[in-house]
């Protein structure tokens, strides 16, 4: 072995090798046929790029798929890509854009043939980031959703929709983006704050002199062409008169009521609202309600339409000013104010989102939902934390009507054929004539599904779905789904009921959402904020086994800021354990492992080892993975390399045979045990063990082994002796020869050259003791303290009487 461990080269190298001996594959190392996991990585964009939330992702995901497969689980983690609707189209456009075209100057046909040249030749690179990361997924398993068998899916599934009568047409208010023409979703859009001028008109009473009137306020001048009311909230005294009453919206002068609605904000502005159901989603739901008309005065390019008369074609802001001029003459602006406010922007393009009432196809909640809330609500599906599974509750209990259409090039087309009679034929196979009247004469509807539609399919669909095929039936349903939390109700929540919907099975048992990894300085990471952190960089210069490691430990239920301390503290554990292989190897010579313990502590370290493999048992089943990278920093650090290996050194050294096989027995036990977090330099030091054959990665996961539990704590007494040594040079008087022996080999107290008082090291102890007791005498403190800080306090007490107990103090 090299006397020192470098990542690089090592870790390259393994990739190459568990891939090409088809480790990562489906089934591989399966001892317990009957046993499959399953996670399926959740599919990122085509076009991007690794970041910091999927590497964490990622390597929780491999922790666990890896720590099933040495269990002997037939295990799959199936990856593969979205084909990310508009975050595609726009970076085509943008190429496009470098030529002087747009989408409409090459056509529809050939832009999408452009899209796939763009994919051959530039997409495709988070497999490749994740492989370097050392993930265990299949990658020959590769799927994309515009694959054509994907493409049948999702066909499948809207036919299915449809058939159930659950697709309908509507006029609503959505999110559109006038840049990319397109209704968006509300992830895909950023709210942004910007400065706006609040200004308050006065709406004249139609039956007034022109003086009374109400006044409302507004930021969008432009809209108030799409007037059809004024709402005041019913509580309201100071309009409980006005109510019925009609008013005159200033430039159209359109006679419109005044009327009352729980939803009007009483406390904003002057507490009277303008009602522009199609340009707004409050309004928009109020002239639902109040069976209000709909006029759209702004177009899908975000210009004034025909609708806006004389105003037509101009943008809004001069639309808006043109209107206020005209109130202004008339003496009806009363105020303008300085306004910040957040408003949304299209997270691609960054226009200004408008809320546009238009014509989508929608998909009906309230039948597919149930069988996901019954499953939720009995948790055959849990979410971890907790906090999350009552969200995913609530949210779908809450779930609007799904708005699966866009106005795309790049996507799974509507499968919607209309003829001249206005015939729908809706069916997967491209039809050769009106299932109705018979004509050939067809068109399809040119939009497109909302990407999510295709991604609610991703673990079913991935395995050959609507086909009914034997990877089907051996891995669905799945087990884990892990994610962040933001696409609980775009993802996870729609695989849930599609699952339901056409398996009849939820798709995974469990999801774990994960930590959102904060920049160093507590800020969102984001590339245009310039706070983003590429993972390729610690990887590059830490190697994978620490960022893996330093994520993992890192991480929580919470949002976490990014730390290269936890990844320096990966590479030193990496290190450690590679000099105390080389120290055991280098004196093993041709012996093979065999646990033969004649000392202390070498029943002690088994013992230790045995219990550390059921804390990572117990806390990787409960998805506690920064707990659990704890847990194997202190077994391999404090444990393994500075007790065990220091306490045995003198008998290896003696070329002691039966010293030796216990060393290599344990080192193969702890090597089994971290290989899940640290993959590659494990699986290094696992191929220099003597007459090794066989790959770690499928070697087996270390059985239980209670015979030394006993000896889990024989070392209690020597590592106290050696806590108070090393802080006050004190030496307690030890029981045994073993104890004092330990003692010796580890802590070399002839080095300290320190002489301890041991009187004042008792008066320390006696005064720490007096003032712990009296804090948790405190009642106050032990009821209003955090329980951890009580605890602490607790242990350092018990610590600090076993101190004094072995002191003879
Ligand atoms: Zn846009
Ligand atoms: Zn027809």
């Known amino acids: 072995m090299d006397p020192l461990y470098t990542p690089e080269g090592v870790e390259a190298r393994w990739q190459d090798t568990w891939e090409a001996e088809g480790l990562y594959a489906a089934g591989a190392g399966a001892r317990r046929e009957e046993t499959t996991f399953v996670i399926c990585v959740p599919p990122p964009n085509v076009t991007g790029d690794l970041h910091m939330g999927h590497a964490l992702n990622g390597s929780l995901q491999d922790i666990l798929v890896r720590w099933h497969r040495m269990r002997g689980y037939d295990t799959l983690w199936q990856p593969g890509y979205d084909h990310a609707g508009i975050a595609t189209q726009n970076?085509?456009?943008?190429?496009?854009?470098?030529?002087?075209?747009?989408?409409?100057?090459?056509?529809?046909?050939?832009?999408?043939?452009?899209?796939?040249?763009?994919?051959?030749?530039?997409?495709?690179?988070?497999?490749?980031?994740?492989?370097?990361?050392?993930?265990?997924?299949?990658?020959s398993r590769e799927r994309f959703t515009m694959d054509d068998d994907y493409v049948r899916a999702v066909m499948t599934f809207f036919v299915r929709l449809w058939d159930n009568g659950w697709i309908y047409r509507a006029n609503r208010i959505v999110n559109w983006c006038p840049y990319h023409q397109t209704a968006i979703s509300d992830l895909e859009v950023e709210h942004v704050d910007v400065d706006d001028t609040l200004i308050t008109i006065r709406y004249p009473f139609a039956d007034g002199d022109g003086r009374d009137g109400i006044s409302v306020a507004t930021v969008r001048p432009?809209?108030?062409?799409?007037?059809?009311?004024?709402?005041?909230?019913?509580?309201?005294?100071?309009?409980?008169?006005?109510?019925?009453?009609?008013?005159?919206?200033?430039?159209?002068?359109?006679?419109?009521?005044?009327?009352?609605?729980?939803?009007?904000?009483?406390?904003?502005?002057?507490?009277?609202?303008?009602?522009?159901?199609?340009?707004?989603?409050?309004?928009?739901?109020?002239?639902?309600?109040?069976?209000?008309?709909?006029?759209?005065?702004?177009?899908?390019?975000?210009?004034?339409?025909?609708?806006?008369?004389?105003?037509?074609?101009?943008?809004?802001?001069?639309?808006?000013?043109?209107?206020?001029?005209?109130?202004?003459?008339?003496?009806?602006?009363?105020?303008?104010?300085?306004?910040?406010?957040?408003?949304?922007?299209?997270?691609?393009?960054?226009?200004?989102?408008?809320?546009?009432?238009?014509?989508?196809?929608?998909?009906?909640?309230?039948?597919?939902?149930?069988?996901?809330?019954?499953?939720?609500?009995?948790?055959?599906?849990?979410?971890?934390?907790?906090?999350?599974h009552r969200f995913a509750i609530a949210s779908l209990e809450h779930a609007p009507d799904w708005c699966i259409s866009r106005q795309l090039w790049w996507g799974h087309q509507l499968p919607i054929w209309y003829c001249a009679d206005g015939h729908l034929t809706v069916q997967v196979e491209e039809p050769s004539a009106c299932t109705e009247c018979a004509s050939s004469e067809l068109t399809r509807d040119p939009d497109v599904l909302d990407t999510w539609f295709s991604s609610a399919l991703w673990p079913f669909a991935t395995l050959g779905w609507p086909a009914e095929t034997p990877e089907l039936a051996r891995y669905y349903p799945g087990n884990v789904s892990s994610t962040a939390r933001e696409i609980i109700r775009l993802w996870e929540n729609r695989m849930i009921f599609s699952g339901l919907e056409l398996r009849g099975e939820v798709p995974f048992t469990d999801v774990i959402i994960h930590s959102t990894v904060l920049a160093a300085d507590g800020r969102r990471m984001s590339k245009s904020l310039g706070t983003g952190l590429d993972p390729m960089e610690p990887i590059e210069e830490y190697g994978a086994d620490a960022t893996r490691y330093g994520l993992l430990k890192n991480s929580s239920t919470q949002d976490v800021r990014y730390s290269i301390g936890a990844i320096e503290e990966g590479r030193k554990l990496a290190n450690k354990l590679w000099n105390v292989s080389r120290l055991i190897l280098q004196r093993a010579h041709s012996i093979g492992p065999e646990a033969v313990p004649r000392d202390l502590e070498e029943r002690w370290i088994l013992a230790r080892i045995d219990s550390a493999r059921a804390e990572l048992e117990d806390g990787w089943a409960r998805f506690a993975f920064a707990s659990s990278t704890d847990v194997l920093y202190h077994l391999t650090f404090d444990?393994?390399?500075?007790?065990?290996?220091?306490?045995?050194?003198?008998?290896?050294?003696?070329?002691?045979?039966?010293?030796?096989?216990t060393a290599l027995a344990a080192l193969e036990r702890l090597l089994a045990l971290l290989h899940p977090v640290m993959p590659h330099v494990t699986e290094e030091i696992w191929s220099q063990l003597p007459a090794r054959e066989t790959r770690l990665i499928?070697?087996?996961?270390?059985?239980?082994?209670?015979?030394?539990?006993?000896?889990?704590?024989?070392?209690?007494?020597?590592q106290e002796a050696a806590q108070i040594f090393r802080r006050s040079g004190v030496e307690v008087e030890l029981d045994t020869d073993d104890e004092r022996r330990i003692f010796r080999a580890v802590v070399r107290p002839e080095r300290a050259h320190v002489d301890g008082n041991r009187d004042a090291e008792i008066e320390r102890l006696r005064k720490e003791v007096a003032r712990g007791e009296g804090m948790l005498a405190n009642e106050r403190f032990v009821q209003n303290a955090p329980a951890e800080v009580v605890d602490a306090e607790r242990e350092k007490l018990e610590r600090y009487l076993r101190e004094l107990a072995a002191l003879g103090g």
């Open 639 to 661: 444990d393994f390399c500075d007790w065990y290996a220091e306490a045995i050194k003198p008998r290896l050294y003696e070329d002691d045979p039966d010293a030796a096989a």
């Open 91 to 139: 970076v085509v456009e943008k190429e496009l854009a470098k030529e002087g075209l747009t989408r409409h100057d090459v056509g529809r046909t050939a832009f999408v043939e452009r899209t796939w040249e763009w994919l051959e030749t530039t997409g495709r690179t988070i497999m490749g980031q994740f492989r370097r990361l050392g993930a265990s997924l299949d990658y």
């Open 222 to 388: 432009a809209t108030i062409l799409g007037d059809v009311a004024v709402a005041v909230h019913p509580d309201d005294e100071r309009y409980a008169a006005s109510i019925g009453r009609e008013v005159v919206v200033p430039y159209i002068e359109r006679r419109v009521s005044v009327i009352s609605d729980s939803r009007v904000d009483p406390e904003f502005g002057t507490g009277a609202v303008k009602v522009t159901p199609g340009h707004d989603a409050m309004d928009f739901d109020i002239g639902r309600d109040h069976d209000l008309p709909e006029p759209i005065v702004i177009g899908p390019d975000g210009l004034m339409n025909e609708a806006a008369g004389d105003l037509a074609g101009l943008a809004q802001k001069d639309a808006g000013g043109r209107v206020l001029a005209w109130a202004e003459e008339r003496g009806l602006v009363e105020k303008r104010e300085h306004y910040r406010h957040a408003v949304g922007a299209c997270e691609r393009c960054h226009s200004r989102i408008e809320p546009l009432v238009s014509l989508q196809w929608w998909c009906a909640m309230e039948e597919l939902a149930k069988p996901a809330l019954e499953a939720l609500r009995e948790r055959r599906v849990r979410y971890h934390p907790e906090s999350q």
């Open 698 to 718: 499928v070697a087996p996961w270390p059985e239980p082994d209670a015979r030394f539990a006993a000896d889990a704590g024989a070392l209690d007494r020597v």
